[in-house]
């Protein structure tokens, strides 16, 4: 075909929870970070990945397994991450070269022998060139942020398998923490507290819909419940049940702390010249955590700044990440 040419660039946002790839700008692929591999006789199939995957958690036979490739933020299996690499790359195979250019937007506190090994499944997967990004910068940029500059700026990333804070200026980062305190977290105290409580068993899928639907942090936040399905840990027997937003509240609240606790530590490291730039910016709040009803406030009562909540938490690393992959020439490689 004339005048057309398979684009040879990827963006990967390699989330714990959610995987967004996209090309030219544009998302192709937008799912949960699941595959299910069907094993038979030492041979692995794909049988699903994302969405589809998902929803066959907990419900698997034994040659059926859903395996997430990260997990609290870190590279859980080199097997599994070279299938869901590759799986993701074949999806493009109509829109991309057969050898793409592959940029993954990582989190910070990746390990350099999780580093390499998600490099070599990569290539393995039909990669010409891995590229790493770390997520602090690929959420700046996908905010709107320019990293360039010598201001100070301040963001949280709030995920699923990780919190991560950043303070950046000049391109670079100037001082950062995180913890594994995130979403993933808060659904299992969620799970945690209706055990301990109410003695019901719900999985980490209930929970998290628990959690999108009602939770609430904001001080005067009035009191809602929702129905759920959960198993009677005395006697077995399936039930249905509701649970309230206080509920929800206590059982989460100490999962917040931890991340505010992990926020302040990073502010009291900001270099005084710096202060003033986020004094007066504020902190720009972003990831799917972002979304938590009351997070924003809290974090203000707490921190006596201004926050900001990004217009589009759950898109930014990936926008960002395609927008850094596009200022990298393809001749300087980067691995
Ligand atoms: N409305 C909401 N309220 C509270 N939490 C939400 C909401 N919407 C999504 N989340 C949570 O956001 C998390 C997913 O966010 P995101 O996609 O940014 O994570 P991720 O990039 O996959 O994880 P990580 O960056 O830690 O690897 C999940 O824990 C999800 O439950
Ligand atoms: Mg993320």
């Not at 997520?135 to 010598?150: K, L």
């Not at 659904?187 to 209930?206: E, M, T």
Request: aromatic letters at 4%.
């Amino acid at each position: 075909m004339v005048g057309w040419q398979k684009s040879t660039d990827i963006a990967v946002d390699l989330g714990t929870a959610n995987t967004i790839v996209s090309v030219d700008g544009e998302v192709i692929f937008n799912g949960p970070s699941c595959i299910a591999i069907e094993r038979h006789y030492g041979s692995d199939k794909v049988v699903a990945i994302g969405k589809r995957a998902k929803v066959m958690r907990g419900r698997t036979h034994s040659n059926l397994e859903v395996i997430n490739p990260l997990s609290n933020g870190a590279i859980s299996d080199f097997e599994v991450t070279k299938i869901f690499m590759a799986t993701l790359i074949s999806i493009l195979s109509n829109r991309v070269s057969s050898h793409p250019r592959v940029g993954i937007s990582i989190p910070q506190n990746l390990t350099q022998v999780e580093r390499n090994s998600l490099y070599e499944a990569t290539l393995l997967a039909g990669a010409k060139e891995v590229i790493f990004i770390e997520d602090p910068f690929s959420a700046a940029v996908g905010t709107g942020m320019d990293i360039n500059t010598s201001r100070g700026k301040m963001i949280v990333d709030c995920g699923s398998g990780l919190t991560e804070v950043s303070i950046i200026s000049l391109g670079g980062m100037v001082t950062s923490s995180c913890t594994k305190v995130a979403g993933d977290a808060l659904d299992c105290a969620i799970v945690d507290y209706v055990k301990r409580q109410k003695n019901l068993l719900i999985s980490k899928d209930c929970a998290e819909g628990i959690k999108i639907q009602i939770a609430d942090i904001s001080q005067n936040a009035p009191n809602t419940n929702c129905c759920v399905y959960g198993k009677d840990l005395l006697n077995g027997l399936p039930v249905g049940f509701e649970i309230s937003s206080t509920d929800v509240r206590a059982a989460i609240m100490p999962c917040v702390q931890k991340i505010h606790a992990t926020i302040l530590e990073v502010i009291s490291s900001i270099p005084p010249q710096i202060v003033p730039d986020i004094l007066e910016d504020g902190v720009i709040i972003t990831g799917g955590g972002a979304l938590m009803r009351g997070f924003r406030e809290y974090l203000e009562d707490k921190l006596k700044m201004s926050i900001h909540v990004s217009p589009d938490p759950l898109h930014d690393i990936s926008k960002g990440a395609m927008e850094i992959l596009k200022q990298i020439p393809h001749s300087s490689f980067i691995g």
